[in-house]
């Protein structure tokens, strides 16, 4: 019962997937006909509420294929617009019209948002299209069974043959079958590079926003900390130097006495100045780089630092020095919040991106939305699209994950076999799917004395039925393999290029 509990599960997915791909096909053809209100009836209301729906079952489909496949997907669509602004006057402008109201203007926005994605169509054809390519993929065994049992129950003795084919085949075939649904989504309903420079150009445009404030707020704290500081001592300084000229003829001890401690205040002064500077930009890190900028910020800090540093070579000045401050200001947190008596701090590569994991043993109860330290870290990652996560239950331990992608060059891999293999299903896959399959299937449907080169109207009677529906199985496994074979290999490829 254990060992058949997994296919049990598969099946059901499988069952599961294929009623979502039905009900896609409704969703799809709901939108079609909402775009034919719209295009040729000029009926525009009925559109946007159309694609909510489109977009609704898709993101069902990418959630699922994350939970029952294990491959995330993100989502495709552009960002959203923001709403309209009005002019001085209170008018809102939509082109050369003005409204009162933002209603039509903000209808416009979205209306070109969602007809000028390209996942917008992209979800359509994949509600059209789900249901005769994954979800006869995923739901092949069911569909065998009941075949098979419908032709029992007409004292066809075969039919036991095709129970029996579905019976034994689902062990492996049922979770490949799952798997591969989830890479056809994921093919399908996965951002395009153009969506992910949009995403991205917005957060990173996001980002520039508060790191110009951020920048603004710490240059008005460098210029406090010299003019509450350094300043002031250099112009204590200069005044005690003065005195020191007018009691030098009058009385020369005084005067000896004044300039010592113009001497102390000055090496004061160029202590702070030294501190401002390593808090601008340390030294150590610009000479020796990332890992040994850390190993000093264990040597200063009150807590025992353990520190672990695998790096293939330098990143930026600029990463390093956002990753520096992130550690710096995580172990000031554990120090001063956490109650912490040790850290381990690990610098590593992982593939392109540079990573920062940062323990320590305090009591834990950390959070980024309440800690304006945390914040500012994300804030300071978040220019170069780099992600702070925080584990920290109530007693602890802490443990916080930087990780910036880009940071270091990565060799392509070598071209698979299996691309080549890949580009064979490419090119096999529809004459499989529709002439051999959907195409015969309509024929034998209509009972048409036509066979042309439909192989499966060419086979003894009995045979027909299973031989379409085998096509139809074998062009959906074939499109799945060529699906899967194409994302991994741009997966490679993004990795190299970063």
Same mark, same amino acid.
């Given at each position: ?292 900028? @850390?190993?000093?910020? /264990?040597?200063?800090?009150? #807590? !025992? +630092?353990? %520190? *672990?540093? $695998?790096?293939?070579?330098? &990143? ?28 381990? @701090?690990?610098?590593? /590569?992982?593939?392109?991106? #540079? !990573? +920062?994991? %940062? *323990?320590? $043993?305090?009591?834990?109860? &950390? ?32 443990? /916080?994950?930087?990780?910036?992608? !880009? ?92």
């Amino acid at each position: 019962m254990t060992s058949a509990r997994p296919t049990l599960v598969a099946l059901g997915r499988g069952a599961a997937l294929a009623g979502l791909a039905l009900l896609g096909q409704v969703a799809g053809l709901a939108v079609l006909t909402a775009m034919l209100l719209t295009f040729l009836v000029g009926l525009v209301i009925v559109f946007p509420p159309a694609v909510r729906l489109a977009r609704a079952v898709t993101r069902t489909q990418r959630g699922l294929a994350a939970r029952w496949s294990g491959i995330s997907i993100d989502e495709p669509y552009l960002p959203a617009p923001p709403p309209p602004v009005p002019q001085a006057d209170g008018w809102y402008r939509d082109g050369r019209t003005l409204y009162k109201k933002p209603t039509i203007p903000a209808f416009n926005l979205r209306w070109n948002w969602m007809t000028k994605d390209p996942a917008t169509w992209r979800d359509f054809a994949f509600l059209m299209g789900d249901l005769w390519m994954g979800g006869l993929l995923v739901a092949a065994p069911l569909l065998a069974t009941a075949y098979g049992a419908v032709r029992l129950a007409t004292g066809d003795p075969l039919g036991a043959a095709w129970i029996l084919l579905a019976v034994s085949t689902a062990y492996w075939y049922a979770p490949w079958a799952v798997r591969a649904h989830g890479r056809i989504a994921a093919a399908l309903l996965g951002p395009t590079e153009k969506a992910r420079l949009a995403q991205q150009v917005s957060r990173l445009d996001a980002a520039r926003t508060e790191v110009v404030d951020s920048q603004a707020a710490e240059l008005r704290r460098i210029e406090r900390d010299l003019h509450d500081g350094a300043q002031a001592r250099l112009v204590a300084i200069g005044m005690t130097i003065g005195a020191a000229e007018q009691l030098l003829d009058s009385d020369p001890q005084a005067a000896r006495a004044l300039l010592g401690k113009a001497s102390e205040a000055s090496a004061t002064a160029l202590q702070e100045l030294r501190r401002l500077v390593r808090g601008i930009h340390p030294p150590v890190l610009a000479e020796r780089g990332l890992g040994d900028a @850390v190993r000093a910020l /264990a040597l200063d800090s009150p #807590l !025992r +630092v353990h %520190v *672990t540093v $695998d790096l293939p070579e330098r &990143a930026s000045a600029p990463l390093e020095s956002a990753a520096y401050f992130a550690v710096s200001e995580l172990l000031a947190n554990a120090a001063r919040h956490g109650d912490a008596s040790e850290v381990w @701090v690990d610098v590593s /590569a992982q593939g392109p991106a #540079l !990573r +920062v994991t %940062v *323990t320590d $043993d305090g009591h834990g109860g &950390a959070d980024p939305e309440r800690g304006t330290g945390l914040h500012g870290i994300e804030r300071r990652l978040g220019a170069f699209d780099g992600v702070l996560a925080v584990n920290s239950p109530v007693g602890g331990p802490t443990t /916080a994950v930087i990780e910036l992608p !880009r940071a270091f060059r990565v060799r392509s891999a070598p071209v698979s076999p299996w691309r080549y293999f890949g580009r064979i299903c490419w090119a096999l896959w529809p004459i499989a799917l529709f002439p051999q399959g959907l195409v015969a299937m309509v024929f034998k449907l209509v009972g048409s004395p036509v066979k042309s080169w439909f192989l499966g109207l060419y086979v003894p009677e009995p045979f027909q039925w299973p031989v379409i529906v085998g096509m139809i199985a074998l062009g959906g496994g074939l499109l799945a393999v060529a699906l899967t074979t194409t994302m991994r290999g741009r997966e490679t490829e993004a990795g190299g290029c970063g």
